[in-house]
């Protein structure tokens, strides 16, 4: 399939489609394509989108065409604001993932087929795949960890086992070599007795993971890997704290993570300037605040995480990590909510991890044996499930606003 205008032998320019489709043989077949340059640049977005937030993505991305499951369509504007489509991408650009949409202006990350290539090879070697493992892909394929499972699975030459919604029996049936989950999904594996020794390798990404749910994984026999990263970085970048081959991290005066390597993304989709707001050099300045100890990333919380309470800064991700070794909490997520007195009052949501939740004093007696008193919770919620996003994620602004 041609890709792009070509002139003494190099393309000048690429195609680029919008791929909605589900985890399965069509999206993996078009990532293949894209990645080895036979076929156009894709951007995956999930068919189980509300039209509001398609038609929003769409515009932002300016595709040449959309790929469904009824065929190939020329990309038309959907809005009289965006007059154009069909803007070519770098020819070196393989995958756009969509980050945001659902509200204001979205945010679309232009990663290179190098970038993926070295990302799934380097977690190929960290991780010891043996030539012929399989990997299974649970997680949506919109999302740069869904992808990232394929593109290891390209990589090492096999078929992905693809699951296009988790289900732990199935996963536990699969026969996949190694698995990529994030802590709710792990933790549903545990509950249906799942035997984790089968797999080489389980990566642990999306969300800070309780030590209680690491712990239970090792004793059913899990190999989990911690995994830092985002779209901008292809997914995880630094594993149980190491950075991947040829990838460094580093920390400013202001805290927050840098970043830098051949795994970098090249830019947001049609936003130059916000791009330049990101890059310092050769760093992505990510939205993240952490510390690199004896060579290992510590990932403290986001930026926009960290809680104004009575004049004194919390970072909630620091909150949630005590909390995450509290015995009674199986799933926990910090955040601030608006207070008349405080500004904002520290919250901790929480599951239980068996019959009894644990009462408000207590958990505040656990954060202030370790950190200073005001970090502490003023309010607990209990809840059966945290909220999540498509991506696994919790849901944060739902939980903020209680």
Same mark, same amino acid.
């Given at each position: 399939?041609?890709?792009?205008?070509?002139?003494?032998?190099?393309?000048?320019?690429?195609?680029?489609?919008?791929?909605?489709?589900?985890?399965?043989?069509?999206?993996?077949?078009?990532?293949?394509?894209?990645?080895?340059?036979?076929?156009?640049?894709?951007?995956?977005?999930?068919?189980?989108?509300?039209?509001?937030?398609?038609?929003?993505?769409?515009?932002?991305?300016?595709?040449?065409?959309?790929?469904?499951?009824?065929?190939?369509?020329?990309?038309?504007?959907?809005?009289?604001?965006?007059?154009?489509?069909?803007?070519?991408?770098?020819?070196?650009?393989?995958?756009?993932?969509?980050?945001?949409?659902?509200?204001?202006?979205?945010?679309?990350?232009?990663?290179?087929?190098?970038?993926?290539?070295?990302?799934?090879?380097?977690?190929?070697?960290?991780?010891?795949?043996?030539?012929?493992?399989?990997?299974?892909?649970?997680?949506?394929?919109?999302?740069?960890?869904?992808?990232?499972?394929?593109?290891?699975?390209?990589?090492?030459?096999?078929?992905?086992?693809?699951?296009?919604?988790?289900?732990?029996?199935?996963?536990?049936?699969?026969?996949?070599?190694?698995?990529?989950?994030?802590?709710?999904?792990?933790?549903?594996?545990?509950?249906?007795?799942?035997?984790?020794?089968?797999?080489?390798? /389980?990566?642990? +990404? #999306?969300?800070?993971?309780? &030590? *209680?749910?690491? !712990?239970?994984?090792?004793? =059913?026999?899990?190999? %989990?890997?911690?995994?830092?990263?985002?779209?901008?970085?292809?997914?995880?970048?630094?594993?149980?704290?190491?950075?991947?081959?040829?990838?460094?991290?580093?920390?400013?005066?202001?805290?927050?993570?840098?970043?830098?390597?051949?795994?970098?993304?090249?830019?947001?989709?049609?936003?130059?300037?916000?791009?330049?707001?990101?890059?310092?050099?050769?760093?992505?300045?990510?939205?993240?605040?952490?510390?690199?100890?004896?060579?290992?990333?510590?990932?403290?919380?986001?930026?926009?995480?960290? /809680?104004?309470? +009575? #004049?004194?800064?919390?970072? &909630? *991700?620091?909150? !949630?990590?005590?909390?995450? =070794?509290?015995?009674? %909490?199986?799933?926990?997520?910090?955040?601030?909510?608006?207070?008349?007195?405080?500004?904002?009052?520290?919250?901790?949501?929480?599951?239980?991890?068996?019959?009894?939740?644990?009462?408000?004093?207590?958990?505040?007696?656990?954060?202030?044996?370790?950190?200073?008193?005001?970090?502490?919770?003023?309010?607990?919620?209990?809840?059966?499930?945290?909220?999540?996003?498509?991506?696994?994620?919790?849901?944060?602004?739902?939980?903020?606003?209680?």
């Amino acid at each position: 399939m041609f890709s792009g205008v070509v002139y003494a032998g190099q393309i000048m320019d690429r195609r680029l489609h919008a791929v909605i489709a589900p985890p399965g043989p069509r999206l993996f077949a078009a990532l293949a394509a894209a990645l080895d340059g036979t076929g156009p640049a894709i951007c995956p977005l999930s068919p189980d989108l509300p039209a509001p937030a398609l038609r929003a993505l769409l515009d932002a991305l300016a595709p040449h065409a959309v790929e469904t499951a009824d065929g190939v369509e020329p990309a038309r504007p959907r809005s009289a604001c965006v007059p154009i489509a069909g803007i070519p991408v770098d020819p070196g650009t393989a995958v756009l993932i969509a980050t945001s949409g659902s509200t204001g202006t979205p945010k679309i990350v232009e990663l290179a087929g190098a970038a993926l290539r070295h990302s799934a090879a380097a977690t190929l070697d960290r991780v010891g795949a043996a030539p012929g493992d399989r990997w299974l892909c649970c997680l949506p394929t919109s999302h740069i960890a869904g992808v990232q499972v394929l593109v290891r699975a390209l990589v090492a030459g096999t078929e992905p086992v693809i699951q296009p919604r988790f289900d732990p029996r199935a996963v536990i049936g699969a026969g996949a070599d190694h698995l990529a989950v994030v802590p709710t999904q792990l933790r549903r594996l545990i509950e249906a007795g799942a035997d984790l020794s089968g797999f080489r390798s /389980i990566l642990l +990404g #999306g969300a800070a993971a309780p &030590a *209680g749910l690491l !712990a239970a994984a090792r004793e =059913r026999g899990g190999r %989990v890997f911690t995994t830092y990263g985002m779209s901008e970085t292809c997914g995880g970048c630094a594993y149980d704290g190491v950075p991947l081959d040829g990838v460094r991290v580093a920390t400013g005066e202001d805290g927050r993570i840098r970043v830098a390597g051949p795994v970098l993304f090249t830019g947001y989709r049609l936003r130059p300037a916000l791009t330049r707001e990101v890059r310092d050099g050769d760093w992505f300045l990510t939205q993240d605040l952490g510390a690199v100890e004896d060579g290992r990333l510590r990932v403290r919380g986001r930026v926009d995480d960290v /809680i104004n309470t +009575g #004049g004194e800064k919390v970072v &909630a *991700g620091e909150v !949630a990590d005590v909390l995450g =070794r509290h015995p009674g %909490v199986a799933e926990i997520v910090v955040v601030g909510r608006p207070d008349p007195e405080w500004g904002q009052r520290v919250t901790a949501v929480v599951v239980p991890a068996g019959d009894r939740a644990p009462r408000l004093e207590e958990l505040r007696e656990w954060v202030r044996a370790t950190l200073p008193v005001y970090a502490a919770p003023h309010e607990l919620q209990v809840m059966d499930a945290l909220p999540l996003l498509p991506s696994g994620k919790p849901d944060r602004e739902l939980l903020r606003r209680g």
